[in-house]
């Protein structure tokens, strides 16, 4: 099959790969512009950008995708189908309608739950158990597309999501691989979306501010669910940090949220609306990573103190 494949981060790489790797005939991979990171705001490429030159394909970065100069462009390499993963970008109906097989998306839940851009993330933070991955054929909607394969995995207690990505990504490239090769021998039969949709919308940096009088299980959720991006941030004496890593040390009992409640050598205990959180890493900011003792013990800090939600 002749395949364009629309990707833009890390998520999207083991999907590439995979067909890469099974001899699909990729005759471009679309992907957003290069982006200026760092200090010295250096042009980076994203890393499907990178997977893509390093196999000598073409590749499309436009700043627009709507609009007919693209789609032509698009319709000029005669796709069978295009392959879609968290290309960043809502595509436009003209490009969903060129494909004979249809536009296929690889999207990080058990649709209809989680709709939208942050899945995995959202997921964790409200303390789901499992999620999976879903292979969709697009239409103009949110990601209400026919459902074409599904795969479940447990969330790890301790995952967050970052691993838990990593881990889908993997998992999406198989399905993906497997859902192209249903389609072209007609062994997949779309079906409707069934049940309740939920949604998971893009995450902000505001939306990272710790607010320590929620449950110490739901900070924990939070904490673990926001990692990387936008992270689960507070202050403490004026300064700005990260929680990095934590852990649940008590689910009851009531004292001053963001209290201090105890040093040891690496963690810190800190009261929440109900139960205490044992805070492990954090990152100051402009700093790296440390343990959440070491940072109190710089700042002479004492039982008492108090995180602020920032």
């Not at 995979?18 to 699909?24: E, H, S």
């Not at 609009?67 to 436009?92: H, N």
């Not at 940090?241 to 963001?258: F, I, K, L, N, Q």
């Not at 900011?285 to 008492?304: L, N």
Request: one cysteine or more.
């Amino acid at each position: 099959m002749r395949v364009i494949f629309f990707g833009t981060p890390d998520f999207a790489v083991p999907s590439l790969k995979i067909l890469l790797d099974a001899g699909q005939d990729v005759v471009a991979v679309v992907t957003r512009p290069d982006r200026a990171r760092g200090r010295g705001r250096r042009l980076s490429p994203p890393p499907v950008k990178e997977l893509a030159e390093a196999g000598g394909l073409q590749v499309i970065q436009p700043a627009a995708i709507r609009g007919r100069e693209f789609a032509g462009e698009l319709s000029s390499l005669r796709p069978d189908v295009i392959v879609v993963v968290a290309y960043g970008r809502i595509v436009p109906p003209p490009i969903l309608k060129l494909p004979p097989l249809g536009c296929v998306n690889v999207h990080a839940s058990l649709l209809p739950k989680y709709r939208g851009a942050a899945p995995l993330q959202w997921a964790i933070i409200n303390g789901e158990k499992k999620t999976g991955v879903t292979t969709m054929l697009m239409d103009e909607g949110l990601d209400t597309g026919d459902i074409l394969l599904q795969q479940e995995t447990e969330i790890g207690e301790e995952e967050n999501a970052m691993a838990l990505g990593e881990r889908l990504s993997v998992l999406g490239g198989s399905l993906l691989s497997r859902t192209l090769e249903g389609l072209k021998n007609g062994a997949i039969k779309p079906r409707p979306q069934s049940g309740e949709p939920s949604y998971a919308p893009p995450m902000k940096k505001q939306d990272g501010r710790i607010e320590w009088s929620l449950p110490a299980r739901d900070l924990f959720n939070f904490i673990r669910g926001t990692y990387p991006w936008p992270g689960a941030y507070c202050s403490f004496q004026d300064e700005m940090v990260t929680v990095v890593r934590a852990s649940v040390a008590e689910e009851d009992g009531d004292c001053v949220p963001g209290a201090v409640m105890g040093i040891s050598a690496g963690a810190v205990s800190v009261c929440t609306g109900k139960g205490i959180l044992q805070v492990l890493d954090l990152k100051p900011q402009g700093k790296k990573v440390m343990s959440a003792g070491a940072f109190i013990r710089g700042r002479r800090a004492r039982e008492g103190a108090v995180f602020d939600s920032g």
